[in-house]
């Protein structure tokens, strides 16, 4: 990331970005209301033509007021540096863009367009899931389009439950307690891989909490709340007791091949890694079964992580207005949902903005994956979609900090520091980071 933002606050940021929205709002309005050509919105974009052409073709087709043209993108980090070198020089700024990084960081180096109040009716008018939110906020203002989040649940190879007598888990304790009883037989029960911290990160958001929180222009940090501290003894007695393998994720077709193997047997999933498993898996296709996400003991209600992405509205965009509504279309519509099936992999893409995602469930769980059991994805994906909450809160340096959580996390998961330690080694790392960009921050 790029730090030359480190004396801007963040409340100075919001100020300037909701300044922008207000200039860009108006200018805006000018094309569409009087009749005249069409407003074209420039979408930056590193998906693959066959994905995004069909959806630009659809929404080209229906809107006469606004119409879309793709710029393609190299990849991530591409489209990170053309976006800061065209709002660097004020132009030829695109109206949407995918998003590469966190909205608060994002926000913090000036980059983005406080679509606030034109987004705002929407949210009245029940086209979302809001635990979509979110992800496309900074403070209590949005900065792009919620695109949604991916539900979260797990598959287990029910193959090698029965065949060791090991219950289907209902609670992280019940999966510890089966790891324990697999490590007989030479079988872990889950994969933490070192490079990615991430069941860390989602069980602090399923526990219901959150590291930042910012209140006036304060950033709160915390890493040792009862939420976080709750979360990390689940990763500290899996490592302490040897029942997670390390896998790595840099060699993919290693990482599918183990876990095809039944030497691991439990995954936190979502839908959009299924057809990969469905496509790779050899040895244990149809040994699978969808569970839901395991719960903490005793929680009051079944809880899903939920922290979803947005479509960045930049810095000098021209059409503010017509870019919230086309980034909703494409987040929420039918036709921006139908537009997006692959006749390769007879799949649409996840619909995760929308409160009811239940008419594109099926063609999300592959045919074989799951054998006999199916019939039981659909109700196990629409419950994970309910249950889903994002109380995530993400401060204007978490591409930074969650850098050095991976740093931190290897040394978790290979028993040279415990999961407390990290966790106070983060907190005083991101205070001290926060302190040296000039941001008011207390933790």
Known sequence: MNRGYASITVTASLAMATALTGCSAQDSGSPASTGSAPVTLTWWSWDESKSLDPIVAKFNATHEHIKLKVVKQADNPGTAANLRNVVAAGQDVPCLVKN???????????????????????????????????????GDRFFGIPTGFAPSFMMINRAVYDKHGVAVPKTWDDLIAAGKEFKKHGVYV???????????????????????????????????????????????QLVDNGLVANQTYQDRPALISYFDSGKMVSLPTQTWQLGTYELNYKKSLGDWQPIDLPQFAGAPAFVTPAHGGALLVPKGCAN?????????????????????????????????????????????????????????????VLKAVQAGKDPWVLGPNYTGVFSELQDQWAKIV???????QALEHMQKFTVDDLKTKNINVEG
């Open 100 to 138: 590469f990084g966190e909205v608060p960081g994002l926000v913090g180096e000036g980059l983005l367009t406080d679509v606030t109040e034109v987004f705002q009716p929407y949210t009245s008018k029940g086209v979302y899931n809001e635990a979509s939110y979110a992800g496309a906020k900074a």
């Open 190 to 236: 889950m994969n933490l891989a070192g490079e990615d911290p991430s069941n860390l990160v989602n069980l602090v958001q399923q526990a219901g909490g959150t590291w930042y929180k910012i209140e006036g222009d304060t950033w709160k940090v915390d890493f040792l709340s009862p939420q976080s501290l709750k979360a990390g003894d689940v990763i500290q």
């Open 320 to 380: 503010v207005k017509e870019a919230v509504e086309a980034g909703v279309w494409m987040a929420t519509s039918k036709d921006a949902v139908d537009a997006s099936y692959q006749p390769d992999t007879k799949q649409y893409s996840w619909p995760g903005a929308i409160p009811d995602p239940s008419p594109w469930i099926d063609s999300a769980v592959p045919e074989k994956l799951f054998g006999e059991r199916r019939g039981e994805a659909a109700d196990i």
């Open 414 to 420: 290979t028993k040279k520091i415990t999961v407390r």
